[in-house]
């Protein structure tokens, strides 16, 4: 009896040990989903991700003060073009480079992917297109001469009832000086 006490008490002594070391996540979650060097553990078993299209620009602008940061941050605002006005924003491509850059200044700035609701413009569309805050770039597209309006235009030019500018500057001439 003895004996078998002493062998419980040292099977007990080594289940009590504890093991400090980092334990080895590999076959702790062996179900989980390798995107590049990351690994993805979904909450069930059948979720699928939405597809997600990356967008091919970003507008960067500063939101924090330039003075009192290291000069590391000051060169890459300066390479980005972003140490003017606060206001001032640049353009950039969502490449590797430039967001490893970007990654190192978040806390200075604020970066919004540009959409494109109305198709990406063209090489003659430069001229009327606009990007608003929120990321949207606007393409207006040119419409060109139309011959109605064209003619319309004539018309009203021609037109001999047509109140110009000389002819209301002459009519308010003539009152001011016969006001009664």
């Known amino acids: 009896m003895?004996?078998?006490?002493?062998t419980k008490f040292n099977q007990i002594d080594?289940?009590?040990?504890?093991?400090y070391s980092k334990h080895n996540k590999k076959y702790l979650y062996n179900n989980g989903v390798k995107y590049g060097n990351i690994y993805y553990y979904p909450r069930t078993a059948d979720h699928q991700d939405p597809a997600?299209?990356?967008?091919k620009l970003f507008r960067v602008q500063r939101i924090k003060p330039v003075k009192g940061n290291p000069y590391w941050e000051k060169r890459l605002l300066n390479e980005l073009g972003l140490d003017g006005k606060q206001s001032d924003f640049t353009v950039v491509k969502n490449i590797p480079e430039i967001n490893a850059r970007l990654?190192?200044?978040?806390?200075l700035v604020k970066v919004t992917p540009i959409t494109f609701p109305y198709g990406e413009p063209k090489e003659h569309d430069?001229?009327?297109?606009?990007?608003?805050?929120?990321?949207?770039?606007?393409?207006?597209?040119d419409i060109g001469p139309v011959d109605e309006?064209?003619?319309?235009?004539?018309s009203?030019?021609?037109?001999?009832?047509?109140?110009?500018?000389?002819?209301?500057?002459?009519?308010a001439r003539l009152k001011w000086l016969n006001p009664w």
């Open 2 to 6: 003895f004996h078998n006490f002493i």
């Open 14 to 19: 080594f289940n009590v040990v504890r093991h």
């Open 52 to 55: 997600v299209v990356p967008v």
């Open 103 to 107: 990654w190192k200044i978040k806390h």
């Open 126 to 141: 430069i001229n009327h297109t606009f990007l608003k805050e929120n990321g949207e770039c606007i393409v207006t597209k």
């Open 149 to 154: 309006r064209i003619e319309a235009l004539e």
């Open 156 to 171: 009203f030019e021609k037109d001999v009832k047509r109140l110009d500018t000389e002819l209301l500057r002459k009519d």
